[in-house]
């Protein structure tokens, strides 16, 4: 107890005062005779203040240690208390000013640590929240951006970055505009922060080759706090549409080349060409032409569009790839020989045995050997090669005709494309020989690979997945 300063302090002023009462005592008693009864008086009155002095210091400690040892305890227990710990509870014993002081702190530090269990729980609760909003937004396809009103960018998830292209920048922090240089996007989010409605866009992102739909909407809060951005990849939904407009526009053209063929010749025979029997064979020719035409059209597009819908039952089986490529190439042998080219076969490896189904596979071959000899010069020559790599049986079908440019190599498999317009329709082509092809390959497990090269030819290269290589 003694060792408090304050307590020190006012023992230390109590003994001086005392001292100093006793000295002007004595000098006083000094000062007079001894045999003078005052001097007597005095004297005793020096006695007794002694006397009293002895029993005041130590009550005086006992009062000191009453009123000073409370105070201590709770500074010491604030002092803990700011420093973020738990205090021990301050005894109180006494119930006078001092007891209920202590009470009421002993109140407050448990209402303290009730409140901060509370937060520890609370805190807890939004970390858990927070993870699992995170572990959410990175799950999810679409990308989220989040920017505040002054257009900084809270978050980010990683399917924003990559639909963005962001990975080389720290974009938590930044401004919008600083991060993804899109006019349209900026333009977005401050129509959103003044309105009140949801924003929708969508936009092209030069640097990734991609469409983006963009919805944005405002966040909860007045004034607005910000915006929360939803991108969606509509690329390939774009890319699909665009090929479905293709795909009707080249049917309808693919239609009514044939069709208005037909037509012009029945005109023309009903307005009387019908009585020359010369022109009208001729012209019935022509009819019975078109309608081959227009048949073998809607042949391939029924079959293309069994063989994308699955409808198309094939039975993929093991199948020797040589004997159907020399069925196919009989087939081919008197077209080709009426066109003067040369058709070869070379096998190297037999039997080939692969993964397909053997009428689709027939197909398959059929197509590239018709596409060979329609676009190969007389006098020119169709090399046909069977064999395997690792696990792989191949077939080959190489020409020296004319050729396709490197740059319409990825485009030769879409529907109705044509490298050479007009040649095609001279050949009576349909356009879809080599997508069916790639489909097929697909059904059955494999692929098709093309090297050609203007003016020296083509090699269209189809791999089927291996059921037995014979050494």
């Known amino acids: 107890m003694l060792s408090s300063p304050l307590v020190r302090r006012v023992l230390w002023l109590s003994a001086a005062f005392s001292v100093f009462c006793l000295i002007v005592l004595g000098l006083v008693g000094l000062s007079v005779p001894l045999q003078d009864p005052v001097s007597v008086l005095w004297w005793r009155l020096l006695v007794t203040q002694l006397f009293l002095i002895a029993i005041a210091l130590p009550l005086a400690a006992q009062l000191m240690h009453r009123w000073v040892a409370p105070v201590i305890d709770l500074t010491r227990a ?69 920017v505040d009103h002054d257009q900084k960018i809270l978050l980010a998830n990683m399917a924003a970055i990559q639909l963005l292209d962001l990975k080389s920048f720290n974009v938590v922090g930044r401004r919008i505009w600083e991060a993804i240089r899109l006019p349209q996007i900026h333009e977005l989010i401050q129509l ?87 022109v009208a064979r001729t012209f019935v020719g022509r009819i019975d032409e078109q309608g081959d035409r227009l048949n073998s059209l809607i042949l391939d597009l029924l079959e293309l569009a069994r063989i994308e819908s699955g409808e198309h039952v094939f039975h993929v089986s093991s199948v020797e790839v040589n004997d159907v490529l020399a069925a196919s190439i009989d087939a081919h042998q008197a077209i080709a020989e009426s066109k003067q080219l040369t058709l070869t076969f070379t096998a190297k490896t037999s039997p080939l045995m692969g993964q397909a189904d053997a009428e689709g596979l ?13 676009y190969t ?69 494999g692929h098709i690979k093309v090297r050609s090269q203007v003016g020296v030819g083509s090699t269209f290269t189809v791999y089927l997945e291996a059921s037995n290589l014979s050494a």
């Open 192 to 278: 959103t922060l003044t309105e009140h409605q949801q924003k929708r866009l969508e936009v092209a992102v030069p640097w990734t080759y991609s469409t983006v739909a963009v919805v944005a909407s405002r966040l909860p809060g007045t004034p607005c706090p910000g915006v929360v951005l939803v991108l969606h990849d509509v690329t390939e939904l774009r890319r699909l549409e665009n090929l479905r407009r293709e795909f009707v526009s080249n049917v309808s053209h693919e239609l009514k080349t044939p069709l208005a063929a037909i037509t012009a010749y029945t005109e023309t025979l009903l307005n009387g060409a019908l009585e020359d029997p010369e």
């Open 78 to 146: 604030a002092q803990i208390l700011s420093e973020g710990k738990h205090p021990n509870r301050v005894a109180a014993e006494y119930e006078d000013e001092l007891g209920q002081l202590t009470h009421a702190f002993n109140e407050m530090v448990q209402n303290v640590e009730t409140r901060h269990e509370e937060l520890q729980l609370s805190r807890q609760q939004v970390t858990s929240d927070n993870e699992q909003l995170a572990t959410i937004l990175e799950a999810m396809v679409e990308g989220v951006i989040a």
């Open 362 to 374: 027939r197909t398959t071959i059929d197509n590239l050997i018709g596409n060979a000899i329609n």
């Open 377 to 445: 010069r007389p006098g020119g020559v169709i090399h046909i090669r069977s064999g395997h790599e690792g696990k792989w049986v191949t077939f080959e079908v190489e020409d020296n005709g004319v050729g396709i440019p490197k740059e319409l190599q990825g485009r030769i498999f879409e529907r109705f494309f044509r490298v050479d317009q007009a040649r095609s329709r001279e050949v009576g082509g349909t356009g879809l020989g080599l997508s069916i092809v790639k489909h097929l390959c697909q059904v059955f497990g």
